[in-house]
């Protein structure tokens, strides 16, 4: 969205199900943060927001899992909260306790959603819902898990939260010789590498702003547009967040992380981390 004449990115989870009228996602305001106050508190209705499309792989699959736990802490709720919504509408599962949700937050008023899932548990024989007040429980480890879900070995499982939670659960279901199992929606950051001595850049033609400058093979595109003045769209700058995605028209680029040559017509690139390898053409 664009703030001050300042255009900035974000990523935020659909919560809204397939064929829905309006598309819905979940903002917490971060007082810290630039974005997500703005959106909250000064964005009215009818203000326009551009959109790139839908990225992850913290989906539910086709066919779907006969048995499924879902665990989940703070904002992790978003994700998993469109496919609870999505199983509601759709034909539910079967079986009791089908589906397990496993969501841990501080308190009763930092929950969110909390209203809404207890009622869609209370009507729901196929989903058992566990809430875990980490301000009077403590932490969801994995000994609580197993505790409060204990065929989880039998599930298919999807966990999203804090990093802690999520190299616990990795762990956990590592060790049961099950990670195949198990579904995660983690941020790893990774490094630039130094460049190859042979490596080279090109010219760039950014085509809808009718730009062209030389990259050095060393610059994320990303950086590139912007020293030539090409309005970029971008978030975290730093390959995490997916909000730099640009087509590429034509021409290969190289992965700054790892060097891999890649790139076809069409091809949707993060312009933060990738850069020229020789002459390429951008929808921006």
């Known amino acids: 969205m664009e703030i001050d004449g300042v255009r900035h990115w974000r990523t935020y989870s659909i919560t809204a199900r397939p064929g829905d009228q309006a598309l819905t996602i979940t903002v917490k305001a971060d007082p810290r943060g630039r974005v997500s106050p703005h959106?909250?508190?000064r964005t009215?209705?009818?203000?326009?927001?551009r959109l790139g499309p839908a990225q992850g792989e913290f989906v539910l699959?086709?066919?779907r899992p006969a048995r499924m736990l879902f665990v989940t802490a703070g904002s992790g709720i978003t994700p998993v909260m469109g496919i609870l919504r999505t199983l509601a509408r759709r034909r539910p599962p079967g079986?009791?306790?089908a589906v397990v949700l496993l969501h841990s937050a501080p308190g009763p008023e930092q929950c969110l959603f909390r209203a809404e899932l207890t009622a869609l548990a209370a009507r729901s024989p196929w989903l058992r819902l566990g809430l875990t007040y980490t301000r009077a429980d403590g932490r969801l480890t994995p000994e609580r898990i197993t505790a409060l879900c204990p065929d989880w070995q039998r599930r298919d499982a999807w966990v999203c939260g804090p990093a802690g939670l999520l190299d616990a659960a990795e762990h956990h279901w590592s060790a049961a010789g099950l990670p195949g199992r198990l579904r995660t929606e983690r941020f790893r950051l990774t490094s630039v590498l130094p460049q190859a001595a042979d490596a080279t850049g090109g010219r760039v033609r950014f085509d809808r702003s009718g730009v062209e400058t030389d990259a050095p093979a060393s610059a994320p595109l990303l950086v590139t547009g912007e020293k030539s003045g090409v309005t970029m769209p971008y978030g975290c700058r730093r390959g995490v967040c997916h909000g730099c995605l640009v087509?590429?028209?034509d021409g290969r680029i190289r992965d700054l992380r790892t060097g891999e040559l890649h790139g076809e017509p069409g091809e949707l690139i993060q312009t933060c981390?990738?850069?020229a390898a020789g002459p390429l053409v951008l929808d921006v």
Do not use: A, Q, R, Y
């Not at 009215?44 to 927001?49: A, K, Q, R, S, Y």
């Open 39 to 41: 959106l909250v508190h």
């Open 44 to 49: 009215p209705p009818g203000t326009v927001l």
């Open 61 to 63: 699959p086709e066919p």
């Open 95 to 97: 079986s009791p306790d």
């Open 247 to 249: 087509p590429l028209l």
């Open 273 to 275: 981390v990738n850069g």
